[in-house]
């Protein structure tokens, strides 16, 4: 499995502000990306695998809609996140 739990702490702990931290915009922000980028990888190989593609889109959208809700609350928390991540935007 590509995401277990040691991961996923991991993620938490570098976004977020400890590694239990999971309900916070920017440890979900990061996670979704780690998805997105491995659902992406896995695209590439298997293009014609709809069903994920529709699971990409849809993580794509959620991790769009917490970046404009971190953006609308406090542009310095989104702006960081952001450059940590390499985000275009």
Same mark, same amino acid.
């Given at each position: 499995? @590509?995401?277990?739990?040691?991961?996923?702490?991991?993620?938490?702990?570098?976004?977020?502000?400890? #590694?239990?931290?999971?309900? %916070?915009?920017? %440890?979900?922000?990061?996670?979704?990306? @780690?998805?997105?980028?491995?659902?992406?990888?896995?695209?590439?190989?298997?293009? &014609?695998?709809? %069903?994920?593609? /529709?699971?990409?889109?849809?993580? $794509?959208? &959620? /991790?769009?809609? =917490?970046? #404009?809700? =971190?953006?609308?609350?406090?542009? #310095? /928390?989104?702006?960081?996140? $952001? &450059?940590? =991540?390499? =985000?275009? &935007?």
């Amino acid at each position: 499995m @590509y995401l277990d739990a040691a991961k996923k702490q991991e993620i938490f702990g570098q976004y977020g502000k400890s #590694n239990t931290d999971t309900g %916070s915009a920017e %440890s979900q922000i990061a996670l979704f990306s @780690y998805r997105i980028s491995h659902l992406t990888e896995h695209l590439k190989k298997n293009r &014609k695998d709809y %069903s994920t593609e /529709r699971a990409l889109t849809m993580l $794509v959208g &959620k /991790r769009r809609a =917490l970046l #404009n809700y =971190l953006k609308d609350r406090d542009i #310095n /928390r989104y702006r960081a996140i $952001v &450059k940590a =991540l390499g =985000l275009r &935007k």
